[in-house]
């Protein structure tokens, strides 16, 4: 009599939770490697960011009498700004108390500048004596990705025509120190009365 053998099967759990991680680490991947990549306009990248969580907001306000945006390199250290004849006029960090005021006042100018109405572009702004405001703002604000949480700084520099009540800003959002910067124009914006209400009083406060 033949002898019956018995059949075994043997299963494996599917580990779903280590496919789902995996999926998200691929499209986190994906999604940087875009973002690297992609370009926006500076007015658009400025409203996405004033409608993500901040963080934190801090910078300062500057006036200059020539704007110099170049981004320069030597033996592999970039730098920036510049400018000629810089004098800081304030300074404001949202980590301190006393400056939330200012900061507040920042916050509102970004926010403005996301719906200003454009003006011409320009290679450069002429030379005018104590002529720009510079205002210099670094964002801090939450990146939530899936099951992922970081923090992402974006850096924006406006420059402001006293004389012509103008606002000024690369065409494009390019992270500071990157060389493509030098290939943009700056793009204009006419300043409504709030914006040159609000520039002046974080110029002057004390």
Same mark, same amino acid.
């Given at each position: 009599?033949?002898?019956?053998?018995s059949?075994?099967?043997?299963?494996?759990?599917?580990?779903?939770?280590?496919?789902?991680?995996?999926?998200a680490?691929?499209?986190?991947?994906?999604?940087?490697?875009?973002?690297?990549?992609?370009?926006?306009?500076?007015?658009?990248?400025?409203?996405?960011?004033?409608?993500?969580?901040?963080?934190?907001?801090?910078?300062?306000?500057?006036?200059?009498?020539?704007?110099?945006?170049?981004?320069y390199?030597?033996?592999?250290?970039?730098?920036?700004?510049?400018?000629?004849?810089?004098? *800081? %006029?304030?300074?404001? &960090?949202? !980590?301190?108390? =006393?400056?939330?005021? #200012? $900061?507040?006042?920042? *916050? %509102?100018?970004?926010? &403005?500048? !996301?719906?200003? =109405?454009?003006?011409? #572009? $320009?290679?450069?702004?002429?030379?005018?004596?104590?002529?720009?405001?510079?205002? =210099?703002?670094?964002v801090?604000v939450?990146?939530?990705?899936?099951?992922?949480?970081?923090?992402?700084e974006?850096?924006?520099?406006?420059?402001?025509?006293?004389?012509?009540?103008?606002?000024?800003?690369?065409?494009?959002y390019?992270?500071?120190?990157?060389?493509?910067?030098?290939?943009?124009?700056?793009?204009?914006?006419?300043?409504?009365?709030e914006?040159?209400?609000?520039?002046?009083?974080?110029?002057?406060?004390?």
């Open positions: 009599m033949a002898r019956r053998h059949m075994y099967s043997k299963k494996r759990k599917i580990n779903y939770g280590r496919i789902i991680v995996l999926l680490v691929l499209a986190a991947l994906v999604f940087a490697v875009y973002s690297f990549f992609s370009t926006q306009d500076y007015q658009e990248k400025i409203d996405e960011v004033m409608s993500s969580e901040i963080l934190k907001i801090s910078g300062s306000i500057s006036s200059v009498s020539f704007v110099d945006p170049t981004v390199s030597n033996e592999g250290i970039r730098y920036t700004s510049q400018h000629e004849r810089i004098k *800081k %006029l304030n300074s404001f &960090n949202g !980590a301190l108390s =006393d400056d939330l005021d #200012k $900061v507040g006042v920042a *916050k %509102l100018l970004l926010e &403005n500048l !996301a719906d200003a =109405d454009e003006a011409a #572009k $320009v290679k450069e702004l002429s030379n005018k004596d104590d002529g720009y405001y510079w205002l =210099d703002v670094s801090i939450e990146n939530s990705f899936f099951i992922f949480e970081n923090e992402d974006y850096n924006f520099d406006l420059y402001y025509d006293i004389e012509e009540e103008k606002i000024y800003v690369k065409e494009k390019h992270n500071e120190f990157s060389t493509k910067n030098n290939r943009l124009d700056l793009q204009g914006y006419e300043a409504d009365e914006f040159v209400k609000l520039i002046k009083e974080l110029a002057e406060q004390q």
